[in-house]
T-cell receptor, first 116, second 114 residues
Framework: AQKITQTQPGMFVQEKEAVTLDCTYD???????LFWYKQPSSGEMIFLIY??????QNATEGRYSLNFQKARKSANLVISASQLGDSAMYFC?????????????FGQGTELSVKP | DGGITQSPKYLFRKEGQNVTLSCEQN?????MYWYRQDPGQGLRLIYY???????QKGDIAEGYSVSREKKESFPLTVTSAQKNPTAFYLC?????????????FGPGTRLTVL
């Protein structure tokens, strides 16, 4: 069975500093994708970044980067230069090549609070 | 603009009533999904559809029903058989299976049972 674990229920970061949100995963699928979504208080899920299991380089999207360590089964999200608007819930998700209908498996989420 | 719309944003239901949540997309995606989110939790899959007139149960389908008569639309009915329906419901769409395709989400419907 697939599983995503986010061990940090809540995190605080000072504005303009970098922060790392942890994510570990478990799967037996030979090929899979890892995703990070942001959920502000309004509830919508906003896609941030994607990493494929066969990608050689870590993914980056603007201020977001994904620290992918395949042997350790970790896919941590790094947000550089935090902004007040980054305060939200962050979810790590996974999709294996054999996933039922292509469904995403989500972690429990980490609530990030950015302090001015 | 392309995207996913869900309505209503807030929905109140009395015990024993069926309610239907709307989900429409104009992204021309084949696959559509319904997820449920409980407070402090991640999302769990209720139903999914990979093609018109076909849909499959997800992990928590009991007490829910869906239809997929048009590519753009995937309504979810929460029936009276669902024991604990109060939750946040998110609809998503994507171009299909495989490990690499992201899903796009709608703004969600918050259902409260009175």
């Amino acid at each position: 069975a697939q599983k995503i674990t986010q061990t940090q229920p809540g995190m605080f970061v000072q504005e303009k500093e970098a922060v790392t949100l942890d994510c570990t995963y478990d799967t037996s699928d030979p090929s899979y994708g890892l995703f990070w979504y942001k959920q502000p208080s309004s509830g919508e899920m906003i896609f941030l970044i994607y990493q494929g299991s066969y990608d050689q380089q870590n993914a980056t999207e603007g201020r977001y980067s994904l620290n992918f360590q395949k042997a350790r089964k970790s896919a941590n999200l790094v947000i550089s230069a935090s902004q007040l608007g980054d305060s939200a819930m962050y979810f790590c998700a996974m999709r294996g090549i054999y996933n039922q209908g292509g469904k995403l498996i989500f972690g429990q989420g980490t609530e990030l609070s950015v302090k001015p | 603009d392309g995207g996913i719309t869900q309505s209503p944003k807030y929905l109140f239901r009395k015990e024993g009533q069926n309610v239907t949540l709307s989900c429409e997309q104009n992204l021309n995606h084949d696959a559509m999904y319904w997820y449920r989110q409980d407070p402090g939790q991640g999302l769990r899959l209720i139903y999914y559809s990979q093609i018109v007139n076909d849909f499959q149960k997800g992990d928590i389908a009991e007490g829910y029903s869906v239809s997929r008569e048009k590519k753009e639309s995937f309504p979810l009915t929460v029936t009276s058989a669902q024991k604990n329906p109060t939750a946040f419901y998110l609809c998503a769409s994507g171009i299909g299976g495989g490990a690499y395709n992201e899903q796009f989400f709608g703004p969600g419907t918050r259902l409260t049972v009175l």
